[in-house]
């Protein structure tokens, strides 16, 4: 199984009272941000089998703007498991209840989304991670202890999409 591990995108600042907080939606910056990280999946031919997502608005929002983006018809699953409270145990039962799956994502939120990817790629060593808002791994699951492909930064693929739109020749005219 490929894993999909994508922070949810940029919500604004975090509110104090909980309650509110837990109803925080994508800001301008991060609905650009999911779909571009929402292109870059489908450029590189992911389709996901299951998405999986967080309960709380910005996780939702992410989810569904990359799954739009990459073709996904299904139904978004919703779990307490990717809440930024929700144990690690929870965590690893999912990924094996998702086992049989070929592509799936799942999109949850700081502190505990670094350490539960720490535990799939070097589960007997700390590994420390930085995952900013936007930002996706992909690990192969197939065997514990998962294989990093790749983990990319919204901030890199912003640099590459704006260098791949620009010219490199100035435009001449022809008459």
């Known amino acids: 199984m490929n894993l999909y591990i994508l922070r949810h995108a940029s919500a604004g600042t975090r509110r104090a009272n909980p309650v509110v907080d837990v109803k925080r939606p994508l800001d301008k910056e991060g609905k650009q941000q999911s779909i571009l990280i929402g292109r870059f999946l489908s450029t590189l031919n992911v389709q996901f ?83 900013r808002k936007g930002a996706i791994a992909r690990i192969d699951c197939t065997r514990l202890p998962g294989t990093l492909h790749w983990l990319v930064d919204p901030r890199i693929l912003r640099g590459i999409y704006s260098k791949a739109t620009k010219r490199s020749r100035p435009k001449t005219s022809r008459k």
Do not use: W
């Open 49 to 131: 089998d299951r998405v999986v997502s967080s309960p709380l608005k910005r996780a939702l929002q992410t989810a569904s703007l990359v799954a739009n983006e990459t073709g996904y018809e299904g139904k978004i699953e919703l779990t307490d498991t990717l809440l930024p409270n929700a144990a690690l145990q929870k965590f690893q039962d999912l990924v094996r209840s998702l086992q049989h799956y070929e592509n799936v994502l799942v999109v949850g939120h700081n502190p505990n989304l670094p350490v539960f990817f720490g535990t799939l790629v070097a589960p007997a060593g700390r590994m420390s991670t930085r995952f």
